[in-house]
């Protein structure tokens, strides 16, 4: 059965958006780690810092988050 | 109507989990997770200094180690009575024993039970045979705990009860 994890688009959205990470940080108010963490895909954030990284690069959360199927 | 915050708030308050200096809610979290090992290293190592007390440390040893388990007792409580509020169900006793991290526990107390009897046997003040009737109790709730853990593993249902 295949397993279920979080993927995102966060990194490709940034880029086009021209931002930093440092920047996409400062305007969501976390850590540069913590940006770092959610792109490639080591921290699954919440709700609300999911919809503030939404707002922040001008997108939705589905846009940027969604279910990526692998076989275990 | 209370919240699940307001139920623990006090528990949250001494264990810092909404200090602003946890930083942002990724690094909140691994301060989390960091206090959860950290706690269970804490209650391991307990067990393990209270056993080399009973082996170790002869009469005395035994008294202190006494309340050296209570305190690491204290984990296990902490945990319980946050869950509690929080309305999550605790994990059954037996059902703990399964994880190696329960089994190692109930190993250690086993340990310390025996240096216990071992060490205060032939008893002569009534101090000592209360303390060696409590390592006894230990063995007895560990021989029960087990029993209890095979009869439930072996009173499952079966595969053709699930068709």
């Not at chain 2, 060490?119 to 209890?148: F, H, N, P, S, Y």
């Amino acid at each position: 059965m295949p397993s279920q994890r979080l993927d995102t688009r966060v990194r490709e959205v940034r880029r086009d958006r021209r931002m930093t990470q440092a920047e996409l940080a400062a305007t969501v108010g976390v850590s540069r780690q913590t940006i770092i963490s959610i792109e490639g895909g080591d921290y699954t954030p919440s709700v609300l810092l999911a919809l503030r990284v939404a707002t922040a690069l001008g997108s939705s959360v589905d846009a940027l988050f969604f279910i990526a199927l692998e076989e275990s | 109507m209370p919240t699940t915050y307001h139920r623990t708030s006090l528990l949250r308050t001494i264990g810092g989990l909404d200090d602003p200096r946890r930083g942002d809610e990724r690094s909140n979290r691994i301060w989390c997770e960091a206090g959860a090992v950290a706690g269970q290293v804490q209650y391991i190592a307990a067990i393990i200094v209270a056993a080399v007390m009973a082996w170790a440390g002869g009469r005395h040893g035994v008294y202190w180690s006494i309340p050296v388990l209570w305190t690491s007792a204290l984990t296990n409580i902490t945990t319980s009575t946050y869950l509690a509020r929080s309305g999550i169900p605790s994990i059954a006793a037996w059902r703990r024993v399964v994880s190696p991290r329960g089994g190692l526990t109930l190993f250690l107390l086993l340990v310390w039970a025996v240096g216990t009897a071992r060490t205060l046997g032939g008893a002569t003040t009534g101090r000592d045979l209360a303390i060696t009737l409590t390592a006894g109790l230990v063995l007895v709730v560990l021989a029960a705990t087990a029993l209890a853990h095979h009869r439930a593993r072996n009173s499952g249902p079966s595969d053709d009860d699930l068709d």
